[in-house]
T-cell receptor, first 106, second 113 residues
């Protein structure tokens, strides 16, 4: 079983839609969680950290469910510029998901 | 400007010709690492370093070497490159180990013919 698993997608959604991605992890002792965004052939960039209580940054909401061992990313009111691959990362450096591809359609 | 700088950005070379990809960060980060990214496989860690003179293997270290003689630099060395090392490579750094997000370089696209 992989340490971190993501649905690769692709997710194709219309502008203005709400879309959610999940990422499951296998190590119940994991302590730190992040979502990164990666545009095609570019470097991953930190989108947001995921805190135990959940956190929100504008249209983006991240949540952690320790009991079921997954983190989620919710994007509201999708913009064309949100089109990218979203990577979940567990424990900072070691465990990357393979990414979920999102395309927002006009 | 805080950044991780990789060079070269692109390189096409031939099998067996030693090459080095440099990585430098100006954020005084202790932790640095190298990844390769291949379609369908995501980011895989090659080597990491927790501090000067401290390096360790990641998931896919075969065929690669690294060194950490200074805090800011973490070069990736391919002693005898082979076509299966054709990939997109990223260097990254962070303050902490395991609990801090990483800052990534722009990436190096290597093609080994």
């Amino acid at each position: 079983r992989k340490e971190v698993e993501q649905d690769p997608g692709p997710f194709n959604v219309p502008e203005g839609a709400t879309v959610a991605f999940n990422c499951t992890y296998s190590n119940s002792a994991s302590q730190s969680f992040f979502w990164y965004r990666q545009d095609c052939r570019k470097e991953p960039k930190l989108l947001m950290s995921v805190y135990s209580s959940g956190n929100e940054d504008g249209r983006f909401t991240a949540q952690l469910n320790r009991a079921s061992q997954y983190i989620s990313l919710l994007i509201r009111d999708s913009k064309l510029s949100d089109s990218a691959t979203y990577l979940c990362v567990v424990n900072g450096q070691f465990y990357f998901g393979t990414g979920t591809s999102l395309t927002v359609i006009p | 400007e805080a950044q991780v700088t990789q060079n070269p950005r692109y390189l096409i070379t031939v099998t067996g010709k030693k090459l080095t990809v440099t990585c430098s960060q100006n954020m005084n980060h202790e932790y640095m690492s190298w990844y390769r990214q291949d379609p369908g496989l995501g980011l895989r860690q090659i080597y990491y370093s927790m501090n000067v003179e401290v390096t360790d293997k990641g998931d896919v270290p075969e065929g690669y070497k690294v060194s950490r003689k200074e805090k800011r630099n973490f070069p990736l060395i391919l002693e005898s490159p082979s076509p299966n090392q054709t990939s997109l490579y990223f260097c990254a750094s962070s303050f902490g180990w395991g609990d801090q997000p990483q800052h990534f370089g722009d990436g190096t696209r290597l093609s080994i013919l």
